[in-house]
Structure formats: structure tokens, C-alpha cells
């Protein structure tokens, strides 16, 4: 059973759209984590949000927390052909270190 | 350069052969993850240890996996009897936990024949 779902599953956009992905639960999360991962590679972290409501950004990624640390949302401004790839959302539950993924979002973006 | 090592890279084997993957987890992290990916189920988690201790296997389908931490310094995840159903890319990722980024290894790619 995935806690984490992920919307949309695929997305396929040319250079310079903005674009939004979204991750929600019914489980309250104490943190969120979004990973970026590419072809052959282990996922690889783009940010870490802890308090409901935070919204982040790192360049032309924002991300926001819900206010009840359900769901998360990453929204990319410009999207470029180098931000092509499997964008997952992961959460940690409790006080344990259990770390679960959400089910993905394949990005690709074209010239 | 402090990383996750994971080896073999590839493992092709046969149904019914054991096969051991091998994590090296960054040191000084007191977690470690195993994950396994497939198409179909995304990024499942298999089982965790904090400080060496199995914390959580509930992913782990019991009657022909397990996982263990000899010393802090390697994690092993086994399979027997391996079944094709198996294949898949199986990720070892270290961390300090709850909150923390999880640093993840390149994977094994299994495929079961």
C-alpha cells in the first residue's frame, strides 16, 4: 500500500512551461522530503520541509508543505530540459526513521 | 568522497540461486535503508536498521528475504530461493534518520532468469 501518492504520473512539457506536481497522503508526515533521480542513479535529495505551511525555493523549484503535513506540492517555473527526470516525494513518519516514497512523477522536458 | 557503495552492480541469475547483495553505508550514518524499484510499484521499502538493529521489515517478503548488519560498515540483503518476480533495481541508502537526507548507493540491478 503506497502511503504516498503522486499526481501526475507522467508529464511531458516543452522548455520554458511551468509545471506543478503533487504528493498527498492521508498520514501526517513530521517531514517531507522531495529526490530528483535520473537513469541509472539513486535518488538524490532537492529539500527537506518540516513545518506545516513552509513553502521553499531553490532556484526555480518552489516547494510547499500542507498545513497538515499531509501533502506537498513542487512547482517549477521555466522547466528546462536538464530538470528531465523521476521527481518522487518521500515521508517520515512518527518518531521512527522510516523513510517511505511516494509513487513518482516521470518528467521529461523538450527543446 | 563520502558515498554509498552497493555491490554487484548487475546480478543476472538463474530461479532458485541465492543471491547476496552488499551495501557499504557512508560512515559515521546509524541508518540504513534497502529499497527495492520496479515500473510497477515505484520505490518500495524492503527494511531499515538504526545503530545496526532491524527496525522495520514489514516490506520484506519473510519466507525468502532477509537483511542484516554484521558491522557498521556493510548491510547485506539475501535472497533464497531468488524467483523471477525478484527482478528489479535494489537501492541501499544511509542517513542519521528522521528528518535527515538519505544518501543512496547506484543499486543492484537483479534479474532473475
Known amino acids: 500500500t503506497q502511503l504516498l501518492e503522486q499526481s501526475p504520473q507522467f508529464l511531458s512539457i516543452q522548455e520554458g512551461e511551468n509545471l506543478t506536481v503533487y504528493c498527498n497522503s492521508s498520514?501526517?508526515?513530521?517531514?517531507l522530503q522531495w529526490y530528483r533521480q535520473e537513469p541509472g542513479e539513486g535518488p538524490v535529495l532537492l529539500v527537506t520541509?518540516?513545518?506545516?505551511?513552509e513553502v521553499k525555493k531553490l532556484k526555480r523549484l518552489t516547494f510547499q508543505f500542507g498545513d497538515a503535513r499531509k501533502d506537498s506540492s513542487l512547482h517549477i517555473t521555466a522547466a528546462q530540459p536538464g530538470d528531465t527526470g523521476l521527481y518522487l516525494c518521500?515521508?517520515?513518519?512518527?518518531?521512527?526513521?522510516?523513510?517511505?516514497f511516494g509513487t513518482g512523477t516521470r518528467l521529461q522536458v523538450t527543446l | 568522497d563520502a558515498r554509498v557503495t552497493q555491490t554487484p552492480r548487475h546480478k543476472v541469475t538463474e530461479m532458485g540461486q541465492e543471491v547476496t547483495m552488499r551495501c557499504q553505508p557512508i560512515?559515521?550514518?546509524?541508518?540504513v535503508f534497502w529499497y527495492r524499484q520496479t515500473m510497477m510499484q515505484g520505490l518500495e521499502l524492503l527494511a531499515y536498521?538504526?545503530?545496526?538493529?532491524?527496525?522495520?521489515d514489514s516490506g520484506m517478503p519473510k519466507d525468502r528475504f532477509s537483511a542484516e548488519m554484521p558491522d557498521a560498515t556493510l548491510a547485506t540483503l539475501k535472497i533464497q530461493p531468488s524467483e523471477p518476480r525478484d527482478s528489479a533495481v535494489y537501492f541501499c541508502?544511509?542517513?542519521f534518520g528522521q528528518g535527515t537526507e538519505a544518501f543512496f548507493g547506484q543499486g543492484t540491478r537483479l534479474t532473475v532468469v
Open positions: 541508502a544511509s542517513g
Open positions: 498520514s501526517v508526515f513530521s517531514s
Open positions: 520541509v518540516v513545518t506545516g505551511g
Open positions: 518521500a515521508g517520515f513518519t512518527g518518531t521512527a526513521s522510516k523513510l517511505t
Open positions: 560512515l559515521g550514518h546509524n541508518t
Open positions: 536498521f538504526r545503530n545496526r538493529a532491524p527496525l522495520d
